[in-house]
């Protein structure tokens, strides 16, 4: 079943457009990741699937409905839920608050145990650190609490924005890791990445996104072995 369906979507910053004529789906179950070189919109398609860039022109349908024009706190409600570029945590807060704002806009708060309990097993050192304060924590720890921050709304699409940026390589395996498995657990995921080869290898299917616009999608395995992608993408040809 389609989750998330971006039909001629367009984003615009004034006059510069950052996004054309977009169109791409997410199904239920997948993990879906958008590459793409620096400046490529994929941080500015994140924003206009969480809404917080209005389009300029298309439309966004997540479960069959249409989320165009739906407030972004509305549509964490709905069950799309981000985990910013550059973390984004709340830095003077502990680790623990930060799960909690999380949950914010849930309305069933009270059974919140199992949730943070799911967190604390996917980043046992974020419950290490349950009373640390966010800022204090290194890059990878800060990347670790605001996907787990994003997983604390209960997602049905996750979205992550760079998981892997800035981070020293057995983080970057630990945390590809960590999202497949947030993936085998239920959780639909569409992730943005630099990292092309990380992404590529755990995605069930990829969309390649140059100066505004998707010019290839296929299977991950595909494009990981396309001798064009290799070269514009894997540093390698
Ligand atoms: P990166 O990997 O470098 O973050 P990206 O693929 O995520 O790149 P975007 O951040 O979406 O790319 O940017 C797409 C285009 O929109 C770029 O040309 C960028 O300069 C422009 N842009 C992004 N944010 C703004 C903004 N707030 N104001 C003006 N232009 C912007």
Do not use: C, W
């Not at 704002?101 to 974020?126: H, I, N, Q, T, W």
């Not at 970057?172 to 995921?189: L, P, S």
């Amino acid at each position: 079943m389609t989750l998330l369906e971006l039909s001629g979507v367009s984003v615009h910053y004034g006059r510069i457009r950052a996004v054309h004529d977009l169109s791409l789906t997410v199904n239920e179950g997948e993990i879906v990741t958008l590459i793409g070189a620096n400046g490529a919109g994929k941080s500015t398609t994140m924003r206009a699937i969480s809404g917080i860039r209005p389009l300029s022109a298309g439309s966004i349908t997540f479960a069959g409905e249409d989320i165009t024009k739906l407030r972004a706190d509305l549509r964490v409600v709905r069950g799309i839920s981000q985990a910013p570029e550059g973390r984004g945590i709340f830095p003077g807060m502990t680790v623990l608050e930060n799960l909690d704002m999380g949950a914010y806009a849930r309305k069933d708060r009270k059974s919140l145990g199992p949730d943070l309990d799911r967190v604390f097993e996917l980043f046992p050192r974020l419950a290490e650190r349950k009373n640390q304060v966010g800022g204090t924590m290194s890059g990878g720890e800060q990347q670790m609490l605001a996907i787990g921050r994003a997983l604390m709304a209960k997602p049905k699409l996750l979205l992550l924005d760079e998981p892997s940026m800035g981070l020293a390589p057995q983080f970057i395996q630990q945390i590809f890791r960590i999202i497949t498995e947030i993936n085998e657990q239920g959780t639909t995921v569409l992730l943005v990445e630099q990292n092309a080869q990380q992404a590529l290898s755990r995605a069930h299917r990829a969309y390649v996104l140059e100066t505004g616009e998707i010019t290839r999608s296929g299977t991950g395995r595909d494009l990981l072995a396309d001798d064009s992608i290799k070269e514009a993408y894997l540093g390698v040809g």
